[in-house]
């Protein structure tokens, strides 16, 4: 399942450079998250990086992209090609 920014963020940011899929962007008023590239961080850490370093807890499971562990791999692969995961 992807992460979805909700519309407690403050916009400071710091959450862009640690996503390490490339996800998160600004948006209009809050930052958003690209659930075409977020891999809930499977692939990469053990622990969801947005959600770890948000100030106000703003990044949160997006419910409306269920997807179990083998998709977000395979969503993982697909936009790291010819790397290994770090973490399946
Ligand atoms: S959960 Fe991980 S992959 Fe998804 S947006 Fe947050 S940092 Fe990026
Ligand atoms: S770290 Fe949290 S408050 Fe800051 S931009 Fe990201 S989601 Fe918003």
């Known amino acids: 399942m992807a992460y979805k920014?909700?519309?407690?963020?403050i916009?400071?940011?710091a959450c862009e450079s640690e996503c390490p899929n490339k996800a998160i962007k600004e948006?209009?008023?809050?930052?958003?998250?690209?659930?075409?590239?977020c891999t809930e961080c499977v692939g990469s850490f053990a622990k969801q990086?947005?959600?770890e370093i948000c100030p106000v807890g703003a990044p949160v499971p997006d419910k409306t992209h269920p997807e179990d562990?083998?998709?977000?791999?395979?969503k993982w692969k697909k936009?790291?090609?010819?790397?290994t995961p770090k973490v399946t």
Do not use: V
């Open 5 to 9: 920014i909700s519309d407690d963020c």
């Open 11 to 13: 916009s400071c940011g």
């Open 27 to 37: 948006g209009g008023n809050i930052y958003e998250i690209n659930p075409d590239l």
């Open 49 to 51: 990086q947005c959600a």
């Open 69 to 74: 562990r083998e998709a977000l791999l395979a």
């Open 79 to 83: 936009s790291h090609p010819g790397e």
